[in-house]
């Protein structure tokens, strides 16, 4: 099993950031990769920002430019660095980890065994 914790949603106004974080525990299985996916009420959850463990990094096109994602050295937390954030950017942001098979995009919902539980983000214009 993998726990994941993420951290660090909250309010912003347009044009702010914000850092989400998330922390993996209890894991028996080599994380491969982690990677940040969000759902709005009114649309279905899609994936942000990804990371494996050769640090090739995949980010949805609205994103391209304004988020990063990293993960710290010893690979079991991961970063989203969101700039320029934007009212569309309001989301439950859920964070992903170890993928279930090789894949060219990093983005795909069914890739990922474990999920966290969400941390919101919400920015006002």
């Known amino acids: 099993q993998v726990q994941l914790v993420e951290s660090g949603g909250g309010s912003v106004q347009s044009g702010g950031s914000l850092r989400l974080s998330c922390t993996a525990s209890?894991?028996?299985?080599?994380?491969?990769?982690m990677g940040w996916f969000r759902q709005t009420p009114r649309k279905a959850r899609g994936g942000v920002a990804a990371?494996?463990?050769?640090?090739?990094?995949d980010y949805s096109d609205s994103v391209k430019g304004r988020f990063t994602v990293s993960q710290d050295n010893g690979k079991t937390t991961l970063y989203l660095q969101m700039n320029s954030l934007e009212p569309d950017d309001t989301a439950m942001y859920y964070c992903?980890?170890?993928?279930?098979?090789?894949?060219?995009?990093?983005?795909?919902?069914?890739?990922?065994?474990?999920w966290g539980q969400g941390t919101q983000v919400t920015v006002s214009s």
């Open positions: 992903a980890a170890v993928c279930e098979r090789p894949s060219r995009s990093l983005l795909l919902q069914d890739l990922y065994k474990f």
């Open positions: 209890g894991f028996t299985y080599r994380i491969n990769c």
């Open positions: 990371i494996n463990v050769d640090g090739r990094t």
